[in-house]
């Protein structure tokens, strides 16, 4: 899909990549399919889908919602459409557990997907349609409670000494020490480093709340050691293209890339 194509992409950022056309078409028909699957009525499209999909933004720039969940809710709003090719006004109850039970069943989708989906459905018909009674008491899978892996402090040094790029050890060092989520070390600006007090500002972070956690004098001297070799100006780690910072994708491949 365009989406692995990306992932792809991201390994190389800074680099003269070029991609044969008809590659591209090929992703090009194939994301198709996936962003508009065959529905129940062969497939048929929904004539009023544009203007569902046109309130289905605006209701998301009224709430505020972040640009990951309006991306996640818009892609499940617009399968489920696709599925039924049947104006949404027009399904019920039944019809939407048909439908999670073919994400169940079929596509046996992850138990974060499912709950994606009940939510972006509910959206869908208590924000959007004002059906809030289409949908009723869905049910949502059960969460898993899983423990989080713990490394041991000789595997955490055997990860550091093995990242020799000042900048990508920099990356994990702020991240592992003051526990920060990808998304957070990628978007944080020189300004949001207290070197005085130790601290490191995160803004509109999960939930969009600011809150300040604390930065080791290990993780301080390492970024000390990368701000004389990059000096960077805006973003603490700023990504290929001007004024950007390192995206996400990016960090988590080249992490994966870190670990092994």
């Not at 208590?126 to 898993?144: F, Q």
């Not at 550091?160 to 978007?187: C, D, P, Q, T």
């Not at 993780?219 to 990368?226: C, D, F, G, P, W």
């Amino acid at each position: 899909s365009e989406d692995i194509l990306e992932k792809i992409l991201s390994l190389f950022d800074g680099e003269n990549i070029h991609l044969d056309s008809t590659l591209q078409v090929s992703f090009k028909q194939k994301s198709d399919k996936l962003r508009n699957p065959p529905g129940l009525l062969g497939g048929k499209q929904v004539p009023n889908q544009a203007q569902i999909t046109e309130a289905v933004k605006k209701e998301f720039k009224l709430r505020g919602y972040s640009q990951n969940t309006r991306k996640v809710y818009l892609h499940h709003v617009e399968r489920y459409i696709s599925y039924f090719a049947k104006d949404p006004k027009e399904l019920d109850g039944k019809h939407i557990r048909d439908y999670v039970l073919y994400l169940i069943d079929k596509k046996k989708v992850s138990r974060s997907y499912h709950d994606q989906a009940v939510s972006a459905i509910k959206f869908l018909y208590d924000c959007v349609l004002n059906m809030p009674r289409a949908v009723g008491s869905l049910p949502r899978p059960r969460k898993e409670k899983k423990l989080p892996i713990v490394l041991s402090r000789e595997d955490v040094i055997r990860i550091f000494e093995s990242v020799n790029n000042i900048k990508h050890k920099a990356i994990l060092m702020v991240a592992y020490s003051a526990g920060l989520r990808v998304s957070e070390v990628v978007k944080l600006r020189v300004q949001d480093i207290d070197t005085k007090r130790n601290m490191i500002h995160i803004k509109a972070a999960k939930g969009r709340k600011d809150r300040y956690t604390v930065l080791s004098e290990v993780a301080l001297k390492v970024l000390r050691e990368y701000w004389k070799a990059y000096q960077p100006k805006n973003w603490l780690f700023p990504g290929p293209r001007q004024n950007s910072h390192l995206s996400t994708q990016t960090t988590k491949s080249r992490a994966s890339l870190w670990t092994y």
